[in-house]
Every structure is written in C-alpha cells, then in structure tokens.
C-alpha cells in the first residue's frame, strides 16, 4: 500500500509534458553591475523607462493625494450655513 502510494507522489511530481523546461538566465550580475555604477543617476531611475514611468505616476498620485486631503480638510474646518 505505502508503495503504491509513494508511486503515485512521484507521478503526480512529474511534469505532464515531454519538453524540456524552458532554462532562464540569472541576470542577477548584470543588474548589480547596472545599479552600482556611479553614472549621477539616482537609483530609483537606473531601472529604465519604466521606472521612470513609475516613479512620475508615484509623485502624480502623491501630489494629487496631498491637495485632496487639504480640500477636504478645508471643506470639514468651514461648515457650509445654512
């Protein structure tokens, strides 16, 4: 019984294709190299465009969050009469 049982783990760990699995390079040393180089950009920017990208919509939402919050904060500290 423990037999079959472990038969069946094994064949439930296989893959249930014949291909061979798709090898992927560790790009981990091309990386360190790029963001350790000393070239004046911040490193939040070395990414690429899109960290670029992502760090203007961060700063968008961020400004935009911040004059929403003082609006609100206005409307709530002058009630509207009646």
């Known amino acids: 019984m423990f037999r079959q049982l472990m038969g069946l783990r094994h064949l ?3 893959t249930l294709t014949t291909s061979a699995r798709k090898q992927v390079d560790n790009k981990i040393k091309e990386k360190q190299k790029l ?3 000393d070239n004046g ?3 939040h920017l070395k990414g690429g465009v899109k ?5 203007r919509a961060t700063m968008a939402l961020t400004v935009f969050g911040s004059a929403f919050v003082v609006y ?4 709530a ?3 509207k009469k009646p």
């Open 72 to 75: 609100e904060l206005f409307g």
């Open 12 to 14: 439930s760990n296989r």
């Open 77 to 79: 500290a002058m009630p």
């Open 51 to 55: 960290d670029a990208v992502l760090y």
């Open 41 to 43: 950009m911040p490193v």
């Open 35 to 37: 963001f350790q180089e």
